[in-house]
């Protein structure tokens, strides 16, 4: 099985170095920096032991790329418009395409760009950054969870691709878990992206902040709460008590900045449809209104506008 690292950055740089460590052939497509991955390679400083990959397989051009077995599509959600010049030059003839990013019913488009692949969704549970050209920094976590995609919205149930993907991945040292439905695995993940990604954009703050005073810890409850709410409205039914176990796990997490709050800093574009219009959308054609979430996701337009000019 050979793999192709669509976006090597903080998630796609992480686990796609991890794959190449292990064995696996591994083709990286790179922008701005092919050059300097192509020449020194890519550097990964992990919690759980640093490593260094001298020889990378690096492209600057899908085109350039072989067909692969599996494609993980680890680009930012606002670089999805770049897929349909991709995804049909590197996937393999019935091939699987991975989509490790975030937000709800992501899977939707590379299906329909390849529609003879197997698409499988990702969440990632973990906190990465990019530090540099071809250098990736991971702090904690690291799991995965992997679920078919379906376009009806249906559980899939655990497929034969999809255990094959979680073994590759088990190989590399990655932790998996397997999902039987996608859509309710969005949904959870919405519960902590929603809550965390805008707020600590809004306020300006890191997550250790959110959660040692009580009204910032309100208002991430209040958003965790519609989340749940949505996600029963559209037939997906999350248990209350999961608001609380991802309450505890940030706590217990480092201080961390999530993925919009870097892209901010940056000013880049932030992933403002796939994480909170299209769940609020959802939710509002099902019956539920979310005005905690729509109030943070018009603050961060606003934000956003303004801040790339």
Request: hydrophobic fraction near 45%; glycine fraction near 10%; charge should be neutral.
């Amino acid at each position: 099985m050979n793999f192709a690292i669509i976006g090597t950055g903080a998630v796609g740089g992480y686990y796609g170095g991890l794959l190449c460590r292990y064995g696996f052939e591994v083709h990286f497509l790179l922008r701005g920096d092919y050059v300097h991955v192509q020449e020194k390679g890519l550097v990964v400083d992990s919690k759980d032991g640093d490593f260094r990959l001298k020889r990378v397989n690096a492209y600057c051009r899908a085109l350039d790329m072989p067909r692969c077995d599996v494609v993980i599509v680890a680009l930012k959600t606002t670089a999805n418009d770049r897929l349909a010049g991709i995804l049909p030059h590197v996937v393999k003839p019935g091939g699987v395409v991975v989509a490790l990013q975030n937000g709800l019913d992501v899977e939707k488009a590379m299906q329909e760009i390849v529609p003879d692949a197997t698409v499988i969704g990702g969440l990632c549970f973990l906190c990465s950054n990019k530090i540099g050209p071809g250098h990736i920094h991971h702090l904690d976590f690291g799991s995965v969870r992997l679920g078919q995609y379906r376009a009806d919205g249906s559980a899939a149930g655990i497929t034969t691709e999809l255990r094959q993907v979680a073994d590759a991945f088990s190989a590399a040292g990655i932790s998996v878990d397997l999902a039987e439905d996608l859509a309710l695995a969005r949904w959870q993940k919405l519960v902590w992206n929603m809550a965390f990604n805008g707020v600590t954009v809004v306020l300006n703050v890191a997550t250790d902040q959110l959660m040692a005073d009580p009204s910032a810890l309100a208002l991430v409850r209040g958003i965790m709460e519609e989340v749940v709410a949505g996600a029963r409205a559209c037939g997906h039914p999350l248990d209350e008590s999961f608001i609380e176990i991802m309450i505890a796990a940030t706590k217990n997490m480092i201080a961390y900045r999530p993925s919009m709050k870097l892209d901010f800093e940056a000013k880049r574009p932030l992933e403002i449809e796939e994480i909170y219009r299209q769940p609020i959308e959802a939710a509002r054609k099902a019956g539920v209104v979310m005005p905690l979430s729509q109030a943070v996701a018009w603050q961060l337009e606003f934000l956003d506008r303004r801040n790339r000019g």
